[in-house]
């Protein structure tokens, strides 16, 4: 701050300097008669007057750049002033937990931080102009726990008024040293700019108290995907693997996330539309940025039965060999023991008899069972989110302490919101995975009892 003070302070000094020669100049003759300490006299009093003027407008500009300073300095730290901060983050909402800045306090720090950076310029003034003729100006300070700066904010404006009994003393004395004599100027000031401060805060009180971004989240869970949501497989037994086969079906997690951040990023969009379509009529933009999404996803996967199914195939079967045709013997020929392999006769009920021609008949007694596993996912999710609230065209002359230069910038209001479910960000902090996985796998199972298609059931 003391490098813009200086910098500004230079600047008007210089007019100064050659608004007073000239004066000086103009007047070294003033009148051929006076004698040497009249001529003098006259040239320090015409000369003390000179810098009062400069000092007067001087004065105005530094309560204006002070006022611009203040408010950019403020808004940028959200008003919070310590009150609102976590972690250094600036949090008008942490999930249920609402630390809005009351307006009233924002008109404090607005005046207090002005007052403070007016010092600065007045010091630096008061200093510069006493350089001039090596006879010393007084331009007052003020004090910032007295009424002698006031603000006043509407919508739109800010009027700043400094009313004191104090004056701005140019000392015109013969020697430097001399206190006595000096002109003065009053020290009342009123000004008033275009700075709509306590409108950016309405529309960011409205984010925060309306919950914006938590009813965005809840909407983007909503609206995922159903296959984030649900799933449901069917698993076949075999011989190394009975029914039932309880395992947990993941989903594709990243996917899902993409598709959350997209619906969060559409809803908060229209939630915002119709105050951002408000905030043109005041020069202010709405931005905002996503710090962080934390997320919790309960995956909770069930055994829906166990129950035969053709589509797993044979588990046993029963099979039968039929001659078609036997060869020409006296008496009725028939085969008495099969191969069942290969349905080849093994044993006939008379001599000479043979079978030509047979075919294998075989009937499933029983299939696989399978089991279907059903899994729902429970979506947690909580979203840290940066709310930017700015000036559209209109820029201000202030000084960046991270960039330590001066120059026309945007006033913005800076906040941050985090809302939706606090346990996502739990579950973050104490390390978690994102997924937790719960199998249920007592469930009911079919028993085949009369053949196919009959079952009583029965816990396994």
Known sequence: MKGIATTFAVLIVM?????????????????????????????????????????????????RYSLFQACYEKAKNGFCDGLCYENG???????????????NNIIHLIGNRSTEIFNEYANELSARFSSI????????????????????????????????????????????????????????FSIKDFIPIIKMFSFGRKIAEDDFVGESVVQA??????????????????????????????????????????KFLENMDNRLKSIREDAKDYDI???????????????????????????CGCKREECSCTCLQYNEVDGDCECSKWNLEDCTCLEYNIEDCECLSSEKICECKEYYE??????????????????????????????????????FRNLVLLFNVKSGYYDAEKNYLEGREELRKNVICEVERSEEVEGLGTSIHQLR
């Not at 003033?30 to 300490?37: D, G, L, R």
């Not at 810098?51 to 007067?56: D, E, N, R, V």
């Not at 007052?140 to 726990?145: A, E, G, S």
């Open 285 to 311: 933009k709405i931005n905002y940025k996503i710090n962080n999404f934390y997320f919790l996803i309960n995956g909770n996967c069930e055994n829906l039965g166990c129950e035969e199914d053709e589509s």
């Open 89 to 103: 983050l600036k949090y008008w909402r942490n999930y249920s937990l609402i630390r809005i800045p009351n307006p």
């Open 133 to 188: 003729d090596g006879r010393k100006m007084i331009i007052p300070t003020l004090n910032k726990f007295s009424n002698e700066l006031k603000i006043d904010i509407d919508d739109q404006f800010i009027q700043l008024n400094v009313s004191t009994s104090k004056k701005i003393r140019k000392y015109v004395g013969l020697s430097a040293n001399e206190k006595e004599s000096y002109v003065g100027q009053n020290f009342n």
């Open 15 to 63: 007019i100064a300097i050659g608004i007073i020669v000239t004066g000086l100049l103009t007047n070294t003759f003033f009148q051929t008669n006076m004698n040497y300490v009249e001529v003098l006299k006259e040239r320090l009093l015409i000369s003390a007057l000179n810098q009062l003027s400069l000092a007067k407008i001087s004065v105005t500009h530094a309560l």
């Open 370 to 407: 399978s089991n279907t596993m059903s899994c729902n996912y429970n979506w947690k999710v909580a979203a840290d989110i940066l709310i930017n609230i700015s000036t559209d065209y209109v820029k201000y002359p202030v000084y960046d302490s991270n960039e330590k230069t001066t120059k």
């Open 221 to 262: 869970i909503e609206e995922l995907p159903s296959d984030c949501k649900t799933q449901e497989k069917k698993f076949c037994e075999d011989e190394d693997n009975p029914c039932p086969n309880c395992k947990f079906l993941d989903i594709d997690i990243e996917k899902c996330k993409e598709d959350f951040e997209e």
